[in-house]
Nanobody, 128 residues
Framework: QVQLVESGGGLVQAGGSLRLSCAAS????????MAWFRQAPGKEREFVAA????????YYSDSVRGRFTISRDNVNNTVYLQMNSLKPEDTAVYYC?????????????????????WGQGTQVTVSS
């Protein structure tokens, strides 16, 4: 059974930074793409960033590109999301997700349908 455990959320002022972590277990982590999604109150869960198994390819939503950076450590089975220049509209619950198909590298990784394991989420609140 795959387990994904997020950490690093919290309250930060606009312009500040946070680093989210997602620790994975129960699968050969290094073979699978990973992603971050987020869900604000009253809104659908939306794509934030994805990274392929080798870290060669990364994908970002337009709203975070240039401010957020996704990375992974295949030795320690962890994926990260470095969030800089945070804005109040970044406030949401952030979810880590593990891809369905190993060795996948495609812009389709921006779709929720490409993931079959999800973490419990971590709250990020950005005050103005």
């Amino acid at each position: 059974q795959v387990q994904l455990v997020e950490s690093g959320g919290g309250l930060v002022q606009a312009g500040g930074s946070l680093r989210l972590s997602c620790a994975a277990s129960g699968r050969t982590f290094s073979r699978f793409p990973m992603a971050w999604f987020r869900q604000a109150p009253g809104k659908e869960r939306e794509f934030v960033a994805a990274i392929n198994y080798s870290s060669r390819n990364k994908y970002y939503s337009d709203s975070v590109r240039g401010r957020f950076t996704i990375s992974r450590d295949n030795v320690n089975n962890t994926v990260y999301l470095q969030m800089n220049s945070l804005k109040p509209e970044d406030t949401a619950v952030y979810y880590c997700a593990c891809g369905k198909t190993p060795f996948t590298s495609t812009p389709l990784l921006q779709s929720r349908n490409e993931y079959n394991y999800w973490g419990q989420g971590t709250q990020v609140t950005v005050s103005s």
